[in-house]
């Protein structure tokens, strides 16, 4: 059997799945903001009230938080971007159809990871206008 019959017959599953683990850098990157940038987005939409004021309970564990969307992000990096020894092996006689990219994942990777870096720099934004 030839490596690249062999990597195609693989689980394409096999490698892990990347969605959770930005699904979780996702939600820690908005609990993370909960405290400072949730309210501001909401006050730009036109939402409102005494309510809001209650978000900043979340604010100590803001940077455990980060910590955990930064470790999520970095493990989905490790699943996306990392090169599988038996796909790289196939596909050194250049075969397109060995390829294992997916875009949308990796499109979804980068999104979060701006929405996890906003959150980050806002604080160390915020002197400059005031």
Do not use: H
């Not at 996890?116 to 160390?124: A, C, F, G, S």
């Amino acid at each position: 059997m030839s490596a690249a019959a062999q990597f195609k017959s693989q689980d394409p599953t096999a490698r892990g799945s990347s969605a959770p683990v930005l699904a979780l850098a996702g939600f820690a990157a908005l609990l993370a903001s909960a405290c400072c940038v949730l309210p501001l987005l909401l006050a730009l939409l036109g939402i409102s009230g005494a309510w809001i004021s209650q978000m900043r309970g979340l604010q100590p564990y803001s940077t455990g938080l980060m910590a955990l969307a930064c470790v999520s992000l970095g493990l989905a990096a490790w699943r996306l971007f990392r090169s599988a020894p038996q796909a790289e092996r196939a596909c050194n006689a250049g075969d397109e159809s060995c390829r294992n990219i997916n875009a949308t994942a990796r499109r979804w990777f980068w999104l979060v990871a701006m929405l996890t870096l906003i959150p980050m720099l806002v604080p160390l934004a915020a002197p400059l206008f005031y």
